[in-house]
């Protein structure tokens, strides 16, 4: 019985394994496609005759703190990534204590990585969205009449950086799943016998 337990645990976390691997794969790569498409987007037109304007994520600095978040959620996933490929590599796993303790060190770190990123993604949508509008409050002018090529990349890539965020959240609830297995289910926050 006990052996068959253990089997099916193992089953089960070789899954969810590759399945986070794979999530985190697909975030590195919206996380990547975000910061190139919002970091490297500029537009120039000419206004007022002769008067020349180029439009940069520099204009938003909603826009260039996504960049800088989005890459390094990027660099984060991939060192993830990197560990459960070494940890698949060697096929030895260390002692429940060790896998306990890094599954709360990877749960904590998850869900610090989604929330910042979907707090970034929200604040640059916010201030994209200002810059649609315009505020003749403030006298500041739709710059999307002007910049729509600008407008429009930078749209995909809020796109994309929303989309790394939900899988983010997704790959935190696995993270969670991971953490809460060593748990009993009948008592709270006790440990299973080993």
């Not at 959620?73 to 002692?95: R, T």
């Amino acid at each position: 019985m006990h052996l068959q337990i253990t089997f099916q645990e193992g089953i089960m976390e070789n899954t969810s394994l590759k399945t986070q691997g794979f999530l985190r794969l697909l975030s590195i790569i919206l996380c990547i496609l975000t910061a190139c498409l919002v970091g490297l987007d500029t537009q120039t037109k000419p206004l007022f005759g002769s008067f020349v304007r180029k439009a940069t994520d520099e204009d938003l600095k909603a826009l260039v703190t996504l960049v800088i978040v989005d890459s390094v959620v990027a660099g984060y996933n991939l060192l993830q990534l990197s560990k459960y490929l070494v940890c698949d590599h060697f096929k030895e796993y260390p002692p429940t204590g060790f896998k306990r303790n890094q599954a709360w060190l990877s749960f904590l770190l998850d869900q610090m990585v989604a929330y910042v990123s979907y707090a970034t993604n929200l604040a640059a949508a916010q201030a994209s969205i200002l810059a649609i509008t315009g505020s003749s409050q403030l006298q500041w002018m739709k710059l999307c009449n002007i910049y729509t090529r600008f407008c429009f990349q930078i749209g995909g890539g809020l796109l994309c950086g929303f989309l790394a965020s939900l899988l983010m959240a997704v790959i935190s609830s696995i993270s969670a799943f991971n953490l809460f297995r060593f748990y009993s289910t009948k008592e709270f926050l006790v440990l299973k016998p080993i």
